[in-house]
């Protein structure tokens, strides 16, 4: 399958620290996308790469993607209490669907 | 969350029982999806819709039903055949631009077995 496997399963950091989550896949990608989760919620989007950018910024996030190795990293800035959530990468394969990991789960302590 | 509404948030299933989950998006959006998530895992693909009148069977479609009459609205029915119904289920909805193909979620149905 095309499911994202995300890295590490949990994360647990002091705030101001930075986060850094990791993403691997099978298969060729269109883009690759990053969501969050908070506790009992919908997934939120907060970031995508296409498959010919290697980084992109947005805010206190950085996402880098390394297509010869089918693998992003989702780095956090400066990391808040209230970026205490479960994190998704979502490969979007070229028929349009996206497939989901685990997640990571950050816990930020304040 | 968007446009897109759930609900009920909270869903009870006797056994035996089909219920409904409703899924509405106002987001003029042709895609639309339904997806399973167990306590401390990812998600995973129930049925798929692409445009009104047509849907696809994703990953763990047994036990499960869909329609698609509207392009607002894609229901999800859990049928007494699928026997482990406990789970947090999230609809979302999915626009065409090129190269975006970013997912919408809605807030999410937890469903429990009496």
């Known amino acids: 399958s095309q499911q994202g496997e995300e890295d590490p399963q949990a994360l647990s950091i002091q705030e101001g620290e930075n986060a850094t989550m990791n993403c691997s896949y099978k298969t060729s990608i269109n883009n690759l996308q990053w969501y969050r989760q908070n506790s009992g919620r919908g997934l939120v989007h907060l970031i995508l790469?296409?498959?010919?950018?290697r980084e992109k910024h947005s805010g206190r996030l950085r996402v880098t993607l390394d297509t010869s190795k089918k693998s992003s990293s989702l780095l956090i800035t400066a990391s808040r209490a209230a970026d205490t959530a479960s994190y998704f990468c979502g490969p979007l394969t070229s028929y349009g669907k996206l497939t989901f990991g685990q997640g990571t789960i950050l816990t930020v302590h304040p | 969350d968007g446009g897109i509404t759930q609900s009920p948030k909270y869903l009870f299933r006797k056994e035996g029982q089909n219920v409904t989950l409703s899924c509405e998006q106002n987001?003029?959006?042709?895609?639309m999806y339904w997806y399973r998530q167990d306590p401390g895992q990812g998600l995973r693909l129930i049925y798929y819709s692409q445009i009104v009148n047509d849907f696809q069977k994703g990953d763990i479609a047994e036990g499960y039903s869909v329609s698609r009459e509207k392009k607002e609205s894609f229901p999800l029915t859990v049928t007494s055949a699928q026997k482990n119904p406990t789970a947090f289920y999230l609809c979302?909805?999915?626009?065409?631009?090129?190269?975006?193909?970013?997912?919408?979620f809605g807030a999410g149905t937890r469903l429990s077995v009496l």
């Open positions: 790469i296409r498959s010919n950018e």
């Open positions: 987001l003029n959006h042709d895609a």
């Open positions: 979302a909805s999915q626009g065409a631009r090129p190269g975006k193909n970013i997912q919408y």
